[in-house]
């Protein structure tokens, strides 16, 4: 069974830091990777995702994401922090079934706050 | 086009009533899935459909009943609700694709006293 850590529930960074949010993961089988964002009172969208091909991943909003399977991780990160990155963030992993159906797993969340 | 879209945004149940969770969708996904949030542990699975008439059990099914007789509506259904099914309940869709983005809607906060 595939399963997903999240290094932090909370992550405060001054506004102009790095941000850095932490993913590892456990997978039998190459892993699907993805980054979501929840913003308060919505639903999660879609910040980036791994499949397959280069290991840097670049998304919306200036977030990045480096797959290393050395490291079973995918780690978030943002060169210069904004106000409007405070939310929750959530890695997840998709696999495949034996019914060949897909499933996504998700982290248990990291709260970003942006100190001003 | 709506997206995902999911009522009611709030609700209120006594311990024992039932009620219908409802998720719509306008972007003719084949796949779609129901979540439950809550403090600490992410996001679970309850119950997925990769199409009309075909639903599936996911992570945490106890209590909940799905039902897919169209492509556009997967209604989430608690018979006797327990004051354990308090969450956040998000629907979410994604073409049959594999490893494709799923779409959220904005959620239905659930009490149960």
């Known amino acids: 069974a595939q399963s997903v850590t999240q290094l932090g529930s909370h992550v405060s960074v001054s506004e102009g830091a790095l941000v850095l949010l932490r993913c590892n993961y456990s997978?039998?089988?190459?892993?699907?990777l993805f980054w979501y964002v929840q913003y308060p009172n919505q639903g999660l969208q879609l910040l980036l995702k791994?499949?397959?091909?280069?290991?840097l991943v670049k998304g919306i909003n200036g977030f990045e994401a480096e797959f290393k399977k050395s490291e079973t991780s995918f780690h978030l990160t943002k060169p210069s922090a904004h106000m409007s990155d405070a939310a929750e963030y959530f890695c997840?992993?998709?696999?495949?079934?034996?019914?060949?159906?897909?499933?996504?797993?998700f982290g248990t969340g990291t709260r970003l706050t942006i100190i001003p | 086009n709506a997206g995902v879209t999911q009522t009611p945004k709030f609700q209120v149940l006594k311990t024992g009533q039932s009620m219908t969770l409802q998720c719509a969708q306008d972007?003719?996904?084949?796949?779609m899935s129901w979540y439950r949030q809550d403090p600490g542990m992410g996001l679970r699975l309850i119950h997925y459909?990769?199409?009309?008439?075909?639903?599936d059990q996911g992570e945490v099914p106890n209590g909940y009943n799905v039902s897919r007789s169209t492509t556009e509506d997967f209604p989430l259904r608690l018979l006797s609700a327990a004051p354990s099914q308090t969450s956040v309940y998000f629907c979410?869709?994604?073409?049959?694709?594999?490893?494709?983005?799923?779409?959220f809607g904005p959620g239905t906060r659930l009490t149960v006293l």
């Open positions: 997840a992993v998709s696999d495949v079934d034996n019914f060949g159906n897909e499933k996504l797993t």
């Open positions: 997978s039998s089988v190459p892993p699907y």
């Open positions: 791994y499949t397959t091909g280069a290991t």
């Open positions: 972007m003719n996904h084949e796949y």
């Open positions: 459909s990769v199409g009309a008439g075909i639903t």
């Open positions: 979410a869709t994604k073409t049959g694709a594999s490893y494709n983005e799923q779409f």
